[in-house]
C-alpha cells in the first residue's frame, strides 16, 4: 500500500537528548513537510523539502534539523535547542510543491519526561 | 502573507442536521484548496482537493464549494452523523511561496460534534 509512515508513534524524550522521527513515504513524491501541532495553535511549519538534497526552513525551525538524502525519507532531528518539544509532530508529502494533494502520516507525539 | 481563517472554532449539531463549515483566505493567488479530517490523536486525511480553477467538488456526503475572487470556501456535509464528529482543517496552496510560509497555509480547523 502508498502511503506516508511515521515512526515511532510515541517517543519520550529526556531533558538534554536529541531524538529523531523517521519519516517515510512510497509515492514518489517530490516535497515533503514536517508540521507541530500543539493544542489551539493549529498545524505550524518547521521544514519543508520540495526536492532531494533541498530544504528550506519554516516559521519554528529553532531548536530542529532535518535531511533529504532521499526521496523516499524526511527525518527530523528535535536538538536539545528545543526548549519546549512536547508536542504533536505531523509528516507530509505532496508529488510537486505546487498544485497537488498533500497526504499526511499519522504522528508522531513526543514527551518530554 | 497568506492567512487562513475557519469559522465557527466549535460546532455541535443533532445527528441527521445539514451542516456548512466555513474557511476564508486573504490571497487570492492559489493553486488549489483542500479539506481534511482530524480525529484525536491521529493524521489528517484528505477529503476534498479544488483547483483554483474549479468551483467545487463531491465526494458522497461532502461538498466542497470555491469562491477565489472573495476568498471563500465551504464544506458542506449533509445528513450528518456520529461518525463524522472531527475536526476539520482547510489548507490553501498558496503560488508565491519559497520562504518560512511554505506554500501549504493551513487554517486553525472547526471541531465538529454530531450528537446522537
Known amino acids: 500500500d502508498g502511503g506516508i509512515t511515521q515512526s515511532p508513534k510515541y517517543l519520550f524524550r529526556k531533558e538534554g537528548q536529541n531524538v529523531t522521527l523517521s519519516c517515510e513515504q512510497n509515492?514518489?513524491?517530490?516535497?515533503m513537510y514536517w508540521y507541530r501541532q500543539d493544542p489551539g495553535q493549529g498545524l505550524r511549519l518547521i521544514y519543508y523539502?520540495?526536492?532531494?538534497?533541498?530544504?528550506q526552513k519554516g516559521d519554528i525551525a529553532e531548536g530542529y534539523s532535518v535531511s533529504r538524502e532521499k526521496k523516499e525519507s524526511f527525518p527530523l532531528t528535535v536538538t536539545s535547542a528545543q526548549k519546549n518539544p512536547t508536542a504533536f509532530y505531523l509528516c507530509?508529502?505532496?508529488?510537486?510543491?505546487?498544485?497537488?494533494?498533500?497526504?499526511f502520516g499519522q504522528g508522531t507525539r513526543l514527551t518530554v519526561v | 502573507k497568506q492567512e487562513v481563517t475557519q469559522i465557527p472554532a466549535a460546532l455541535s449539531v443533532p445527528e441527521g442536521e445539514n451542516l456548512v463549515l466555513n474557511c476564508s483566505f486573504t490571497d487570492s493567488a492559489i493553486y488549489n484548496l483542500q479539506w481534511f479530517r482530524q480525529d484525536p490523536g491521529k493524521g489528517l486525511t484528505s477529503l476534498l482537493l479544488?483547483?483554483?480553477?474549479?468551483r467545487e467538488q463531491t465526494s458522497g456526503r461532502l461538498n466542497a464549494s470555491l469562491d477565489k475572487s472573495s476568498g471563500r470556501s465551504t464544506l458542506y456535509i449533509a445528513a450528518s452523523q456520529p461518525g463524522d464528529s472531527a475536526t476539520y482543517l482547510c489548507a490553501v496552496n498558496i503560488r508565491d511561496y519559497g520562504g518560512s510560509q511554505g506554500n501549504l497555509i493551513f487554517g486553525k480547523g472547526t471541531k465538529l460534534s454530531v450528537k446522537p
Open positions: 509515492l514518489n513524491h517530490d516535497a
Open positions: 523539502s520540495q526536492i532531494v538534497n533541498d530544504f
Open positions: 479544488i483547483q483554483s480553477s474549479q
Open positions: 507530509a508529502s505532496s508529488l510537486f510543491p505546487e498544485n497537488t494533494e498533500a497526504f
